[in-house]
């Protein structure tokens, strides 16, 4: 490894990765029997599960990591909101399905430049789930790419929906890449990048699909911010009362 | 008196017995998910590499992979799970290949993973695609691309325009 870890920062960051996969998968879980088409419906499903796969990875290394006989499982369910570590973009409500859709798009292309970076990270652990997950991400990013493209230069409607839902998500984009403590200790270690580092990229990416969608590239923006130190907006509380109600009212049960 | 060890090569056969649990068409060497068998002292070790991180099979595949060798008389065992290199589906054997085509799941196209390059690639978003998929049940070329993903993570949804049939496409990852 390139320099010593901070154990503790090494905790955190993994929590906020695992978090980001949690929470975004569990809301797009929220759509399973509710998509406007059957295909549609079944690719959602799949991309939670895959997102939810992920978390189980990150949240093993983090309870691994962290020492304390933790399991991924006990760290999703037994945590209160103030503990997660996720972006604020993925706790946002569904909303329609431009709104989920436009939310998917703009972290699937964080996430994939996140997950190539991490490829090269000095902990083999890290590298190694990211060289997985990052061949399913590049899945999830051609698909939401595509569906922001076919709605936002689609119908007057749909171009309309999806103009709506990039102001109302736009706002929550400039968390991904603020860097603090966590991350420059991360990026000191060579564990991570650092988030800023990701946004030329990301920046790309996005002005190409929306160019192509015929949307409006929004411009600079206030960037709402909180989630990777705990700070959450309401909405997360009501996705954890529903995600963790079972292991509250059963501690400890199993299928 | 205390059993012999049976032979590895005579457990990777016993494991090519065990089916896929979601296509049971091809079994798990088929797949290419075994990634390593090894005696350690009287313990067999048996490394699995999952699909995707999220295949809900992935836990009956463990539990399939036990109930064999057990019930081949291997007592002791441990299964120890590798991510890397990540499976590829390019380690799908040719054999299976073919018994997935006449299953009806068309076989993966290899070297068309999705990479999320979207530079240049954005021409063939909104449905038109160069991958050419023959439909497994007339063999038609002129088919389309439904949905990135299908009924498992491993699928996408095709249709032949000819027959019309709708099928599952085993993506390339």
Request: hydrophobic share 45%; charged share 20%; proline share 5%.
């Amino acid at each position: 490894m390139a320099g010593a870890v901070d154990q503790a920062a090494f905790v955190e960051w993994l929590q906020r990765i695992g978090d980001n996969a949690l929470i975004l998968g569990h809301r797009v879980s929220e759509w399973c029997g509710h998509a406007p088409v059957l295909e549609e419906d079944i690719a959602l499903a799949n991309q939670a599960l895959d997102l939810i796969g992920q978390c189980q990875l990150w949240l093993g290394l983090a309870a691994e990591v962290e020492g304390r006989g933790r399991t991924a499982d006990q760290l999703a369910y037994l945590r209160d909101a103030v503990e997660f570590r996720n972006l604020l973009l993925v706790e946002r409500p569904n909303g329609d399905f431009g709104q989920t859709l436009m939310r998917q798009f703009l972290f699937d292309a964080f996430h994939i430049e996140l997950l190539r970076a991490l490829k090269s990270s000095a902990d083999p652990r890290v590298a190694e789930i990211a060289a997985k997950a990052e061949k399913e991400v590049a899945y999830h990013l051609e698909r939401s790419a595509d569906l922001v493209v076919r709605l936002g230069d689609g119908t007057a409607e749909s171009h309309a929906r999806m103009e709506k839902a990039l102001k109302s998500q736009w706002p929550y984009t400039g968390e991904m890449f603020l860097d603090d403590a966590v991350d420059a200790a991360m990026a000191q270690a060579g564990i991570a990048p650092l988030p800023s580092s990701l946004r030329p990229a990301w920046e790309r990416t996005v002005s190409e699909v929306l160019a192509e969608a015929t949307l409006a590239h929004p411009g600079e923006a206030f960037s709402h911010k909180g989630g990777k130190r705990g700070v959450h907006t309401e909405h997360l509380g009501f996705v954890l009362a529903e995600m963790q109600f079972l292991q509250r009212a059963y501690p400890g049960a199993v299928w | 008196m205390t059993a012999v060890q049976p032979d590895l090569s005579e457990v990777w056969h016993w494991l090519s017995q065990v089916p896929d649990p979601e296509i049971p068409v091809i079994s798990l060497t088929d797949l290419g998910i075994i990634r390593d068998l090894v005696w350690e002292g009287d313990t067999l070790v048996v490394t699995v590499t999952p699909t995707y991180s999220g295949c809900p099979a992935t836990s009956i595949i463990n539990l399939d992979i036990e109930t064999a060798l057990r019930g081949h008389g291997i007592g002791k065992l441990r299964l120890e799970r590798q991510l890397s290199p990540p499976w590829t589906s390019d380690w799908i054997t040719a054999a299976a290949r073919e018994k997935l085509r006449a299953y009806g799941i068309a076989p993966p196209v290899d070297g068309t993973a999705a990479d999320g390059r979207l530079a240049g690639r954005i021409s063939r978003l909104a449905g038109t695609s160069n991958l050419v998929i023959a439909c497994p049940r007339c063999g038609s070329t002129r088919t389309e691309k439904i949905s990135q993903f299908g009924s498992t993570p491993c699928k996408a949804s095709w249709r032949c325009t000819d027959c019309l049939e709708p099928f599952d496409y085993f993506k390339c990852i």
